[in-house]
């Protein structure tokens, strides 16, 4: 059975601004095409529901493959997906996971210009659940040597509210290293983050990182954006933190 997330006054936002199809677009199917990271869900509240994956899009109405990762109210689950997608004239549409979260999910989806995003909101009863997904563009994934300096932006949930903002810089190796902001509760802390990465080739990956004081987060990641974004929901039990890092 399908989880559907409770009412919680939590606003979702997104560190990447969605911009209107340029006046006379003409979408369709075709339109979009490849692989797409995405994410939906309410990071920070309780009790609530995060969704994080990656689809892959045929340019025929079809998604031919997924993967994704769920914290309902901090358990977390993974799972596969295939599904279907249609796209009107107008650049709307709506997209159907037929595998998420424990039974079929489906979607409003709005095309942004350059077809590179698109905003989405779950549209089955009982569930409060806007989001976005970004094409993963032309990217060689995978411990490559070259480094890549990050900013952070989590939204997130242990025991109370805690969001973690910062800079953290990946060797190319699979380290980590950095530091962050974070908030836990009201309470305001700078520390020192180290830690170690993975990232295949397919463009999915973890990270775990450990701040000064010793406290451990695990992540599921995706690579969006030409390789210049990820996309992460943390993977520890009693958690309900997801957003961003981007170049």
Known sequence: MRF???AVCFCLFSVVLAVSPASGAT????????????LHGRPGAYPAAVIEGQITLDGMGNITAGSWTYTYDGTITTGTTTGTYSISKNCTGTLTLNDEGGGPAHYNIYINAGNKMFQMIETD???NQPGFALAQGTVTCGLTGKGQVLTTNLVGYYTAVADTVGQVTLDGEGNI????VFTNNGAISTLSVTGTYTEESNCTGTWQVTNSVGSTQNFNTVVVNSGKELLLIETDNGTITAWNAQE
């Open 4 to 6: 559907h997330t409770r």
């Open 125 to 127: 009863t009982g569930n």
């Open 27 to 38: 979408c369709k199917n075709a339109s979009l095409k490849g692989v797409f990271g995405y």
């Open 177 to 180: 290293k950095g530091s962050e």
